[in-house]
């Protein structure tokens, strides 16, 4: 199925459409957001999301390490959280998403690993007015995630099981209540994540499918944007 997004016709087929801005969302934008505990699988998946359906991926992990090649002034303490498995402060996170979205080309982003915790979510609601069409929850056991997180072997500083403890009590403590404020509302999805990186991505495909097939009716399309 990965060669379908390189098929012109196939990933026609699959592209979800453009919202149309309205008062609620200006920017006419469509927001998805991939969470889960570390190791659960978010980037994997996202980097099979995005080319497959057209959506822009952006890991705020990968925005915050672009950030540090920078030479950046927030450099060390992005290091020093990474390694610690701790947060970086919202407002920087909030910033650096901010400009990687006005960036870029497409109105359609699949946004992996944010919001962490209830300062995130309530800075991307507030400051930059985005409200998610639904919210992946990849549900993992501990144990899986941190068989995969140290069989990673793509040199992270944060793959020992020193920072793993650290990261997992954080997502337990922080982001967890944020995926449970968004199924308060009625937007999560969640996917048994356990499974192999195919079957989870068809497990995906059929959410998204879904998403494509209210956005193509217009009388549907007000109660995607929030
Ligand atoms: N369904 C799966 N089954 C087995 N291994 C997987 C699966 N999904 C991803 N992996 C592997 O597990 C490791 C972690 O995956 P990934 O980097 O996608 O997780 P993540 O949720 O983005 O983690 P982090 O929060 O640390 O960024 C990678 O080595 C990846 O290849
Ligand atoms: O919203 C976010 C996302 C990430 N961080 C920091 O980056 C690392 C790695 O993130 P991944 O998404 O797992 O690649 C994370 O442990 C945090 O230190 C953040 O502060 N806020
Ligand atoms: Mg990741």
């Given at each position: 199925?990965e060669?379908?997004?390189?098929?012109?016709?196939?990933?026609?087929?699959?592209?979800?459409p453009?919202?149309?801005?309205s008062?609620d969302?200006?920017?006419?934008?469509?927001?998805?957001?991939?969470l889960?505990g570390?190791?659960?699988g978010?980037?994997?998946q996202?980097a099979?999301?995005?080319?497959y359906?057209?959506?822009?991926?952006?890991?705020?992990g990968?925005?915050l390490?672009?950030?540090v090649?920078?030479g950046?002034e927030?450099?060390?303490?992005i290091?020093?959280?990474?390694?610690?498995?701790?947060?970086?402060p919202?407002d920087?996170?909030?910033k650096?998403?901010?400009?990687?979205?006005?960036?870029s080309?497409?109105?359609?982003?699949?946004?992996d690993g944010?919001?962490?915790?209830?300062e995130?979510?309530a800075?991307?609601?507030?400051?930059?007015?985005?409200?998610p069409?639904?919210?992946?929850f990849?549900?993992c056991?501990?144990?899986?995630m941190?068989?995969?997180?140290l069989?990673r072997?793509?040199g992270?500083?944060d793959?020992?099981?020193?920072?793993?403890q650290?990261r997992?009590?954080?997502y337990?403590?922080?982001?967890?209540?944020v995926?449970?404020y968004?199924?308060?509302?009625g937007?999560?999805?969640k996917?048994?994540?356990?499974r192999?990186?195919e079957?989870?991505?068809?497990?995906?495909?059929d959410?998204?499918?879904e998403?494509?097939?209210?956005?193509?009716?217009p009388?549907?399309a007000?109660?995607?944007?929030?």
């Open positions: 199925m060669t379908m997004a390189k098929d012109g016709a196939a990933q026609e087929a699959t592209v979800t453009n919202k149309d801005v008062e969302n200006p920017k006419g934008y469509t927001v998805i957001y991939v889960g570390p190791g659960s978010k980037s994997t996202c099979k999301i995005a080319p359906f057209g959506f822009c991926h952006l890991s705020v990968d925005l390490e672009a950030e090649e920078t950046s927030y450099g060390k303490m290091e020093d959280c990474k390694k610690e498995g701790r947060l970086v919202s920087l996170v909030v650096l998403l901010q400009q990687a979205m006005q960036r080309q497409n109105k359609k982003f699949v946004i944010f919001p962490r915790n209830k995130n979510r800075a991307a609601e507030s400051i930059m007015k985005i409200e069409d639904f919210v992946l990849l549900d056991s501990e144990e899986e941190k068989r995969r997180l069989n072997n793509q992270r500083v793959d020992n099981i020193n920072t793993i650290k997992l009590k954080v337990f403590e922080c982001t967890l209540p995926i449970n968004y199924s308060a509302k937007k999560v999805r996917i048994d994540a356990e192999s990186p079957e989870v991505f068809e497990a995906i495909k959410i998204f499918f998403l494509k097939e209210k956005h193509g009716r009388s549907d007000r109660s995607l944007s929030g």
